[in-house]
Nanobody, 112 residues
């Protein structure tokens, strides 16, 4: 019933910025972002519940900002001061009731 559509990934130099977006086909309680680098397990990046405050992993806190546009069922991840170690496939995730949904992923590559 619920689908997530992501956009905004790409190639950026260290210190640069990117903004990821994730649009859901329905209103969701929780939306957030995970990432997975080659050879590593998927890790939580940021999450924001409806009406709540955001949570971030220690590795991105102070550099990334998650926000939501509730009228459009959209979540954003503003990424600044990007580092090569941020290179990964970024996945949008969302939850409503007891169901969990995932986007297809978007590649972020940080390299000079």
């Amino acid at each position: 019933q619920v689908q997530l559509v992501e956009s905004g990934g790409g190639l950026v130099q260290p210190g640069g910025s990117l903004r990821l977006s994730c649009t859901a086909s329905a209103s969701l309680t929780v939306m957030g972002w995970y990432r997975q680098a080659p050879g590593k397990e998927r890790e939580l990046v940021a999450v924001l519940s409806t009406g709540g405050s955001p949570d971030y992993s220690d590795s991105v806190k102070g550099r990334f900002t998650i926000s939501r546009e509730y009228t459009n069922n959209t979540a954003y991840l503003q990424m600044s001061s990007l580092k090569p170690e941020d290179t990964a496939v970024y996945y949008c995730t969302a939850r409503r009731f007891l169901n969990e949904y995932w986007g297809q992923g978007t590649q972020v590559t940080v390299s000079s």
